[in-house]
């Protein structure tokens, strides 16, 4: 894995899933509060990250952490933008979905363009659309960390890329733990 290239600065870390069935609310709300079920243990890990603070200086926050959903109605979105619930049914779950979402809204090309901002990058998504990002080259080598099927190591490891086996619905209590440690190791 990299190092940050300015180790002083505050450490940028950019969290990216997919939506999930499960609506939270029946309005507008924030995509961070709208989705649930899969959803909630990458929102849990966001929240550990945004709310640690430095180990030598409780005062510092560890890291500034954003999130980024991948919609099946509105494409890749940061994680506070509004959106409104659209019908379960049409939430993608197979590798044809998520190919028509990326046909029509390109979230492979937003997520390279967003993702060069940030010192480390954590991807918490299915199988086909792990498969996607690798094929596409949409994310940096060197800063990533990916929780996702065993079938992508070789390949993460090849791209300079912390490879962690998907546990849990998302990524599960482990995988949680070696993340935040592995921010911390370049925040501190």
């Avoid at 961070?32 to 550990?48: H, N, S, W």
């Avoid at 990533?144 to 849990?168: A, Q």
């Amino acid at each position: 894995m990299m190092a940050k290239p300015y180790p002083d600065a505050p450490t940028l870390v950019l969290v990216i899933t997919n939506d999930s069935a499960v609506f939270l609310k029946t309005g507008v709300a924030s995509a961070f509060e709208m989705f649930g079920g899969r959803c909630t243990e990458v929102k849990k890990l966001v929240a550990r990250l945004d709310t640690a603070s430095r180990t030598h200086d409780v005062k510092k926050k560890l890291c500034e952490v954003s999130f980024g959903i991948i919609t099946s109605k509105y494409g890749y979105i940061p994680a506070d933008y509004t959106v409104m619930p659209y019908p379960a049914e049409e939430v993608m779950d197979s590798p044809e979905d998520y190919e028509a979402v990326q046909r029509k809204k390109d979230f492979l090309g937003k997520i390279d363009y967003t993702c060069k901002l940030f010192d480390r990058i954590v991807v918490c998504v299915p199988k086909h659309i792990m498969k996607m990002i690798l094929d596409s080259n949409a994310l940096p080598n060197g800063r990533v960390i990916t929780v996702t099927s065993p079938d992508f190591k070789e390949e993460c490891e090849k791209r300079d890329w912390l490879f962690l086996e998907r546990r849990g619905a998302r990524v599960g209590d482990a995988n949680a733990d070696i993340i935040f440690e592995e921010i911390r190791k370049i925040s501190e």
